[in-house]
């Protein structure tokens, strides 16, 4: 499968902890995104990625939050000092600069249950 | 970024074709017009994207009014798997990502 992946797919912590997800584009695909997304509602931009630089944050995008794309390939997203209200899934999504047809791939989301 | 007003939810009978109506009044001249879709569980899925000529692929076609202020994206004989969430955005060509709302949700009854 040479599609987006995301892992863990699901992650249940206790509040207060920190949780980490990673994300795997699609090979070439020099753009990558986070979105967060909870129940009932549409995706939500985070940040995104082209190469190896973050490029823009959303304002949803706490300091508790950091997201890197060291090599310009896989990403990670982490999540410090969890609250409840960060339970969502986290979805990543890649692209390719040059043809810029505004098609994202997504991954299948990671689902984190914070208790 | 223009916003877009889609309805909540609707119906369609399998077979028949979903007509998904889009409204996005304050669109700029310099903004497409882009479908994207959700099924329960995995992570949205484009569809099709416009200007303003209707567009076609395999997957739907894309009705843009004259006036580009609404649009209608069709599923030509919808079935089950057709069931999701579907997305409605508009955003400017060079921009880097997308905005989505709340979107549609079709429910395509047997």
């Known amino acids: 499968d040479t599609g987006v992946s995301q892992d863990p797919r699901h992650k249940i912590t206790k509040r207060g902890q920190n949780v980490t997800f990673r994300c795997d584009p699609i090979?070439?695909?020099?753009?990558l995104y986070w979105y967060r997304q909870t129940l009932g509602q549409g995706p939500e931009f985070l940040t995104y990625?082209?190469?190896?630089?973050?490029?823009?944050k959303s304002r949803l995008l706490s300091d508790r939050f950091s997201a890197e794309r060291p090599k310009g390939s896989f990403s990670t997203l982490e999540i410090q000092r969890t609250e409840q209200g960060d339970s969502a899934m986290y979805l990543c999504?890649?692209?390719?600069?040059?043809?810029?047809?505004?098609?994202?791939?997504f991954g299948e989301g990671s689902r984190l249950t914070v208790l | 970024d223009a916003k877009t007003t889609q309805p909540p939810s609707m119906d369609c009978a399998e077979g028949r074709a979903a007509n998904l109506p889009c409204n996005h009044s304050?669109?700029?001249?310099?903004?497409?017009v882009y479908w994207y879709r959700q099924i329960h569980s995995q992570g949205p899925q484009y569809i099709i994207h416009?200007?303003?000529n209707n567009e076609t692929n395999e997957m739907a076609s894309l009705i843009i009014t004259e006036d580009r202020k609404s649009s209608t994206l069709i599923l030509p004989h919808a079935t089950l798997r057709d069931t999701a969430v579907y997305y409605c955005?508009?955003?400017?060509?060079?921009?880097?990502?997308?905005?989505f709302g709340a979107g549609t949700r079709l429910t395509v009854k047997p």
């Open positions: 416009g200007l303003k």
């Open positions: 955005i508009v955003r400017p060509y060079n921009n880097n990502d997308m905005r």
């Open positions: 990625f082209q190469n190896e630089a973050q490029l823009e």
């Open positions: 999504a890649s692209s390719l600069l040059a043809e810029n047809t505004g098609e994202l791939f």
């Open positions: 090979s070439e695909h020099n753009r």
């Open positions: 304050t669109i700029s001249g310099n903004e497409y």
